[in-house]
T-cell receptor, first 116, second 112 residues
Framework: DAGVIQSPRHEVTEMGQEVTLRCKPISGHNSLFWYRQTMMRGLELLIY????????DSGMPEDRFSAKMPNASFSTLKIQPSEPRDSAVYFC??????????????FGQGTRLTVV | SQKIEQNSEALNIQEGKTATLTCNYT??????LQWYRQDPGRGPVFLLLIRENEKEKRKERLKVTFDTTLKQSLFHITASQPADSATYLCAPSDNAGNMLTFGGGTRLMVKP
């Protein structure tokens, strides 16, 4: 398996534009997480899906952020409109939640977003 | 509110010594606690998981302890090497083991 795949790796956009980040989790995993990492705030959990259903989105900063998981092999995180303070590295991670599976999370390489 | 605290200051040690990193949590009753390593420009990588009924877990040069009374986990790297230099993150998780919330991480620098 190629691991968790995120695209794009880097994204530079202008303030006010829509940004869509994409994630392909590891095949067979049933949990998916979106995180945001900055120097100031560390690694923040934005939203967690289990079996394609959003379970906890309390970390989503505001209505400009939305996430979807239309099927088990694909998820998107959308920011509309984007603002400079959204600049960060966004990570997607997947895991095989219990029962019957380990709980370790596998992270993608991240998308470095810069909003100018 | 739930809080996970790791020493935000970098830990500098000499090669060959044992590195000890601390993870404290409050308003939490995690069933599991995980430790991850993160190198610059990369995503975190899982190292060890310890359950609430386990006091200690070992993997090669790594050792993790979990004290639910003190609400603390300690992460030890024995015979440290420069290649161990990275940021180490702890992540308590709930009974289902699903939610993963991370501490701020501690940067470890091992000098030759």
């Amino acid at each position: 398996d190629a691991g968790v795949i995120q695209s794009p790796r880097h994204e530079v956009t202008e303030m006010g534009q829509e940004v869509t980040l994409r994630c392909k989790p590891i095949s067979g995993h049933n949990s998916l997480f979106w995180y945001r990492q900055t120097m100031m705030r560390g690694l923040e959990l934005l939203i967690y899906f289990n079996n394609n259903v959003p379970i906890d989105d309390s970390g989503m900063p505001e209505d400009r952020f939305s996430a979807k998981m239309p099927n088990a092999s694909f998820s998107t995180l959308k920011i509309q409109p984007s603002e400079p303070r959204d600049s960060a590295v966004y990570f997607c991670a997947s895991s095989l939640a219990p029962p019957g599976g380990r709980t370790e999370a596998f992270f993608g390489q991240g998308t470095r977003l810069t909003v100018v | 509110s739930q809080k996970i605290e790791q020493n935000s200051e970098a830990l500098n040690i000499q090669e060959g010594k044992t590195a000890t990193l601390t993870c404290n949590y409050t308003n939490y009753s995690p069933a599991y606690l995980q430790w991850y390593r993160q190198d610059p420009g990369r995503g975190p990588v899982f190292l060890l998981l310890i359950r609430e009924n386990e006091k200690e877990k070992r993997k090669e040069r790594l050792k993790v302890t979990f004290d639910t009374t003190l609400k603390q986990s300690l992460f030890h790297i024995t015979a440290s090497q420069p290649a161990d230099s990275a940021t180490y993150l702890c992540a308590p998780s709930d009974n289902a083991g699903n939610m993963l919330t991370f501490g701020g991480g501690t940067r470890l620098m091992v000098k030759p």
